[in-house]
């Protein structure tokens, strides 16, 4: 027994089948499929449970059998050119379109996605291989949702990897003709002529092959796809962008990720042919700004912008909403629409240029442009608020350099355009500074934070527009007179209200002396003392309260300042900014001087802190910090140097300082018991004791901001005029030392 087993092994392993054996053998496994649809009467048994997908394996195995025994490259065997010649896959899809036996389609998927991945030959450049790949993506697109989700997506990843491979096979793949004119085409001989001359047009399997010796070779041989070239240049209504963007918006989570990462291999392509023909023959960049719109679409008319910004960290790779954050109507579709736009942002990053300018293109004019600038423009104060805090948390989740420039371009305009103190709102940037300004402080808030976030973005021209632009040409500065001796010199003590003789009379006396002569650097800068000094004594000491708690001093906001300072730099160091201001030219005359609308507003608001709630106080100090971390010369003298010597009628941050100071000197007069009141309330801001409403609540919480925000201005003045000049490399300074 055990020497015949022997005997019959050493025959299976001796002998080599002849190649006519399997095509044999691959014949009879394609006839037993047929034979089962003429036999079968039984349309309930599921294909699974019938003898097709074992010998649709058995042919897959002889065909990767044959081609390793292949002696010639490139050379297709008898068997693929059976496969071929026969239009064997267009007939497994249609027999997968027909569904029967159930769970053919399933088939039809496994065995298209198996031969094109473990095939080496190059396959889908043959007609009778990516028309059935066209006809099967359609059938996938058509059924959303469908059973075979798996197996399509499977599909796609096939496909995607291969045009990743060979980018030429874009154009084989993807249809740019309609369903109705290729039928017809392929009925005209003069659109196809060697593949009509060598193929037949009908999809009967017992069909006889052209003979090999005349036109087999040439029935085998790669044509380009002649039938997607439509002079219309319309896109086909289902083809592997459709599919995958169908499979992308599939309810089960694997799904769709693996779709995701699909659709950013197909757009990835390095061919800048293929990238072409990706953007102008395909609904890609189309399809992926409409599920964004539609997403969009879906939230509710109102969400509240505190439950919008705490939605945080949302990826395309996890787009759920975590689970231990509290719920709130909208939550889920808010996080959907969230997890879209990042994978747009996504696929801008990766995607070849052509494609990410065109993706991005899209992305701007359909929802910036139709759809968000309404809402922000809009009447309703809940739609200009839910729109100001969603484009804000698109901003935060935007890293694509093309989608920032086409953000940037939808925010400020395309082309700077010179304000003036009388224009009204022209643009959309004007008119979102205006809600800045807004009788809703909730809007006001709101539309900060969009600015505070778009000032974070590395692009030149959002600070160059906003603040720069206007200060070019120094014209802030006082023109035909000399730098001042000493820091009198730079304010007029008979104007300004912090110097008035009513206050010289009174029990509150400013907090410190001025020094009679800021030093200055052997570049011209003040001195870092002096600058910092002049912040911190700004506040009287009567109005000061961090002196009576713990960890509240001026040291505290250095460490923060200097890592804020360091990544704003790192941020701007592409941008090529002078190290110092340009000199004045002393007989240059005086021209008018106009801050623009977006520091007039700034200005303003900070003129009014002592009146205005504590949010919207933090959020305006909160701007201006940002503004002053900017290592531009002319955004230090401007914000940051108190001994700059105005033009008649201008104002810098520290003018306004000054004046506020001069109003909070009067006020406080009038409230009894203010210190204690002033340190109570302090406490209460930092939650050290139980909240309740005092008199003059919004007075003394202007206060302590006040204080708050020279401290934060003297500590970015330190870490950005260090001893051995600005914005080189620093060490971090101790704690308490100036």
């Known amino acids: 027994m055990l020497s015949r087993l022997g005997a019959l092994l050493q025959e299976a392993v001796g002998a080599r089948e002849p190649s006519i054996d399997l095509l044999e053998a691959f014949v009879e496994h394609w006839k037993c499929i047929t034979h089962y649809y003429i036999e079968s009467t039984d349309e309930n048994t599921p294909a699974k449970k019938t003898d097709i997908p074992w010998r649709l394996k058995q042919m897959l195995d002889i065909l990767v059998y044959e081609e390793r025994q292949q002696t010639g490259a490139g050379e297709a065997g008898p068997c693929l050119e059976y496969l071929l010649q026969h239009k064997i896959l267009e007939t497994l899809c249609t027999l997968g379109k027909a569904e029967y036996p159930p769970g053919m389609r399933q088939q039809v998927f496994q065995f298209f996605s198996k031969l094109l991945a473990q095939v080496q030959h190059p396959l889908l450049h043959y007609l009778n291989v990516h028309r059935p790949v066209q006809k099967l993506l359609r059938l996938g697109g058509t059924v959303p949702g469908s059973q075979t989700e798996k197996e399509e997506v499977q599909f796609t990843t096939v496909l995607c990897s291969k045009i990743q491979q060979d980018p030429a096979l874009l154009t084989y793949i993807l249809e740019g003709k309609k369903m109705v004119s290729r039928k017809k085409s392929s009925r005209e001989p003069s659109t196809l002529p060697r593949e009509a001359a060598n193929i037949p047009d009908k999809d009967d399997p017992h069909s006889k092959a052209p003979d090999r010796s005349s036109g087999g070779a040439q029935a085998l041989s790669p044509q380009p796809p002649a039938e997607m070239e439509e002079p219309g240049g319309g896109a086909a209504d289902s083809n592997l962008i459709t599919s995958l963007m169908g499979l992308c918006k599939s309810k089960k989570g694997r799904v769709a990720l693996k779709a995701q990462e699909n659709l950013l291999l197909l757009v990835s392509v390095a061919s800048q042919a293929a990238a072409t023909y990706l953007v102008q023959s395909s609904p890609c960049c189309p399809a992926v700004a409409e599920h964004l719109c539609q997403l969009y679409q879906a939230l509710p008319t109102f969400l509240d912008p505190a439950d919008i910004a705490a939605l945080e960290g949302i990826s395309w790779r996890l787009p759920s909403a975590p689970s231990d954050e509290a719920a709130f109507p909208g939550k889920e579709a808010l996080a959907a629409f969230l997890g879209w736009f990042d994978y747009c942002d996504h696929l801008i990053t990766e995607a070849h240029m052509v494609v990410a300018d065109a993706l991005a293109q899209a992305v701007a004019e359909k929802l910036f442009v139709e759809i968000l600038q309404p809402h922000l423009l809009h ?44 224009d009204g709102p022209r643009t959309l940037c004007a008119h979102l500074i205006g809600h800045c300004d807004h009788l809703s402080d909730e809007i006001s808030i709101t539309t900060l934070r969009l600015f505070e976030e778009l000032l974070q973005k590395p692009h030149e021209r959002i600070i160059r527009s906003l603040v720069l632009g206007h200060l070019e040409g120094r014209h802030y500065v006082a023109r035909g007179s000399p730098e001042p001796e000493s820091y009198e010199d730079t304010v007029d003590l008979e104007e300004d209200p912090y110097f008035t003789d009513g206050f010289l009379d009174s029990s509150f006396q400013p907090s410190a002396k001025h020094p009679p002569a800021p030093p200055t650097n052997l570049d011209g800068k003040t001195a870092v003392t002096e600058i910092v000094n002049s912040f911190l004594c700004l506040v009287p000491e009567e109005a000061k309260t961090s002196a009576f708690l713990e960890d509240t001093g001026y040291d505290t906001y250095v460490h923060d300042a200097y890592g804020l300072f360091q990544e704003c730099s790192s941020r701007v160091a592409p941008w090529g900014w002078p190290l110092g201001p340009t000199p004045l030219d002393p007989h240059e005359p005086e021209r008018p001087f106009f801050e623009g609308h977006f520091l007039r507003m700034l200005f303003d608001r900070m003129s009014r802190i002592l009146e205005q709630p504590y949010s919207l106080n933090l959020q305006v100090t909160s701007v201006l910090s940002r503004l002053a971390l900017f290592p531009h010369p002319l955004i230090h003298e401007y914000l940051l140097d108190p001994y700059i010597n105005l033009a008649p009628g201008c104002r810098s941050l520290f003018s306004v300082l000054v004046r506020v100071i001069g109003d909070l000197m009067q006020r406080i007069q009038r409230v009894p018991q203010f210190p204690g009141k002033l340190l109570l309330v302090r406490k209460q801001l930092m939650g050290q004791v139980p909240g309740e409403q005092l008199d003059h609540q919004t007075l003394l919480q202007g206060v302590v901001v006040l204080e708050e925000f020279c401290k934060e201005l003297a500590a970015i003045a330190f870490v950005k005029f260090p001893p051995h000049g600005p914005h080189l490399h620093l060490s971090p300074p101790r704690e308490g030392h100036v």
């Open 379 to 422: 009447v309703s104060e809940q739609s200009v608020l839910t729109s100001t805090a969603l484009l804000t948390a698109m901003l935060r989740q935007l890293r694509s350099p093309a989608l920032l420039r086409e953000a940037v371009a939808f925010l400020l305009g395309t082309e700077p355009q010179p304000a003036a103190p009388d």
